[in-house]
C-alpha cells in the first residue's frame, strides 16, 4: 500500500531499514531502534533541535541530541498510559469527543480544569466526575492535555531541556498538544505537518547513509 | 563452546529454574543437614557450612505477586516483592532457616514480616552487618555478631575446629565464580548465560559448583571468535542477579558486558584466613569488602572501581542497571552519574523490575544506547 502510494516496487528500494517496536520481526537490511530514527529525522527537519519529544501511543520519549545531531542521551516513559497518546484517546473517549477535536477544543478553554496525570484510569474516572459537574468540554479537554504536558515535562527535564526544541510523532499534529506543552515547559516547541513520519524519515535517512557507505 | 561448559551450563539452568526441587534432592541426599536460605547481597555462609548444611540464595522469579501485597507495600524493589510471594505461597517450606542482611529498609521490614508469620515454618533470622566499616569496631562488633549468627541458625555453636574446610569451601566457590569470569573475558559467552551461572552458584552446593567450573577451566580450548559486541560497564546490580532472559538483553543489542557488579556482596569480599579464630577472619574479611551502595559512605570509592573498570576493559561506556525502588543504589547514582558525566563518559540509567515480562521496553534502550555508541 505504502509502496503503491510512493509509486515504487520493493525491488526498486536498495536498503531497507526497519524500527519501532516490531523491528526485529520485520524483513529489512537492518534494525535501528526508533529513538535513533526519531533523531535523525528531526536533525534533518530542523538542524538546530537539541531536544526531542516524540509522544507515541504506547510510550512517551524524550531524546537529546548533540550539536552534530547524535544521540546523547534519552528517556522513555514507564509501562503506564499516563503522558502517552493512549492516554488522550481514553480520555477524549470519557469526554465523548472525537480525538481529532479534542486539541482544537482545549484551545477554547479559559478555565482548565485539573486531571490527575499519574494513572490512566483515575484520570478517567476525573474527567467523567468533571462532565457531571457541569465542566465545559474545553476546559476538561485542556486539563487532559496539561495533565499529560505536565507528565511529559517532567521526562524532558530527566534529560534536561536544551533549545531547540521539536515534536515528532502524531501527537505532535494536536496543537493542543503543543500549546500545553510549551506552557509546561515555557519554550517555543518545533512542529511540522508530517510530524508522524518523522521517525521513518530518520530511518530513511540512516538507510541512505549506510548504502552509500557500503 | 567445549562440552564441560555446555553441561556447567545445563546444570545451572536446570538448578535455577527450581532451586528447591534441588535442595530437596541435597537434602535427601544429606538426612538431617539444614538448608539455609539467604537473602542478597551478604550473609556468611562459612557456619552454615560448618555445620554440613547448605546455603541457599533467594532471588524469586517472575510468578505473579498478589499474596505479598498483604504483607508489603508495591513501592518496594521486585526482589523482595517476589522472594516474599515465595515464602508466602510456601515455596521455601524445604528450608530450616531464612538468614537476613538487613541491609536496606526493605529488608529490614519484610524480614521481620517473615519472621512474625512464618518462623512456625522456619528459623528467620538477621546478621546484623556494620554500616562502616573504616572503625576498628566494625571487626570486633561484627566477630561477636557472627558467632551468636552462627548459634542461632545451627542451634548450638559449632566447635571452631570445623571451620577450616568450611572456610577453604567457601575461598574456593568465590575463586571458581572468579575464575569464570576471567574465563568468559577470553571466551565471549552470552550475558544471560554469566547471570544463569553466577546465580546457580548460590544454590548448588560449593562443592559441586566447584567441580563443574573447574572442568571448564582446565580444558584447554580456543577462545571463541571474537564477538563485534561493544564492550561496557554495568552497574547497580550489586544485590541482584535478574533472571538471564532480562540479561540476553545486553547480547541482542550487540552490548558486550566486560564487568559487572552481579551479587557483589560475595564475589566482592576477599578470601578468608583459614587457620586461627574463624570468625574474627571472615569479619576481616567482610570488613575489607568491595565497595557496596548498601553502605552509605563507599560512592567515591564505587567511582574509582568503575573508572578503572572502563579504563582496564576499554568499555565504550556504562549502564547504570538500577532496581526500581532500591533505595540504596539510586542514593549512590546521584553522586556516580554526577562524576562520569563530567567526564563524558557515555551512560544510561536503566530502572528494571522483574517478572514485568517488560523486556521489550529494555531491549529498545539498550538497543538505542549501543546505536548512540557504534557512532563515537
Ligand atoms: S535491591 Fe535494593 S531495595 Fe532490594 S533488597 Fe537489595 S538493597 Fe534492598
Known sequence: MALEDAGVTLDSIAFKIATGYGRKRAEANRDVTEITCHAAGAV??????????????????????????????????????????????????????????????????????????????????????????????????????????????GLVKRVGVENELTMSGGVARNPGMRSALSAALSTPINFHENSQIMGALGAALIARTTHQRA | MNDAYKELLATCKSVISNPMAYVAEWKSRNPGKKAVGFLPTYVPLEPIYAAGGLPVGLWGSDIPVAVADAYIQQFTCSLVRSVTEEAFTGMYDGLDAVLFPPICDSLKLVGSSWDLNLSGKFLVEFANLPERLDGAAAGTYLEAELRRVSKRINGESIEDRHFPQAIALVNRLRESMAGFCTWRSAHPVPFADVAAILKAATVLHADEYRTLVDKVLSVASAPAEPVHAIPIVVTGLSCQLPHPEMMRCFDEAGLSVVADDLFLGLRGTPAVEE??????????????????????????????????????????????????????????????????????IPNIVLDFEEGLGATGSLQTRLSAFAETLSLR
Open chain 1, 44 to 153: 534533518h527537519l530542523f538542524p538546530g533541535t537539541r531536544t526531542i519529544i516524540d509522544i507515541g501511543g504506547q510510550d512517551t520519549k524524550v531524546i537529546r541530541v548533540s550539536p552534530d545531531g547524535d544521540v546523547e542521551n534519552f528517556a522513555m516513559n514507564d509501562k503506564c498510559a499516563a503522558g502517552t497518546g493512549r492516554f488522550l484517546e481514553v480520555m477524549a473517549r470519557a469526554l465523548e469527543v472525537d480525538i481529532d477535536e479534542l486539541g482544537p477544543l482545549s484551545l477554547e478553554s479559559d478555565n482548565p480544569q485539573k486531571i490527575s496525570s499519574f494513572c490512566t484510569v483515575f484520570g478517567e474516572s476525573e474527567v467523567v466526575s468533571h462532565v457531571a459537574g457541569g465542566a465545559a468540554a474545553a476546559d476538561i479537554a485542556r486539563g487532559i492535555h496539561e495533565s499529560v504536558a505536565h507528565r511529559v515535562s
Open chain 2, 275 to 344: 587457620n586461627g579464630n574463624p570468625y574474627a577472619n571472615i569479619a576481616k574479611s567482610y570488613c575489607k569488602s568491595a565497595p557496596m551502595a548498601i553502605r552509605h559512605t563507599e560512592h567515591a570509592k564505587r567511582h574509582e572501581q568503575i573508572l578503572e573498570q572502563i579504563e582496564r576493559n576499554r568499555a565504550k561506556g556504562i549502564v547504570f542497571m538500577v532496581p526500581k525502588f532500591c533505595e540504596p543504589e539510586w542514593f549512590d547514582l546521584r553522586y556516580l552519574q554526577e562524576e562520569i558525566r563530567q567526564r563524558r
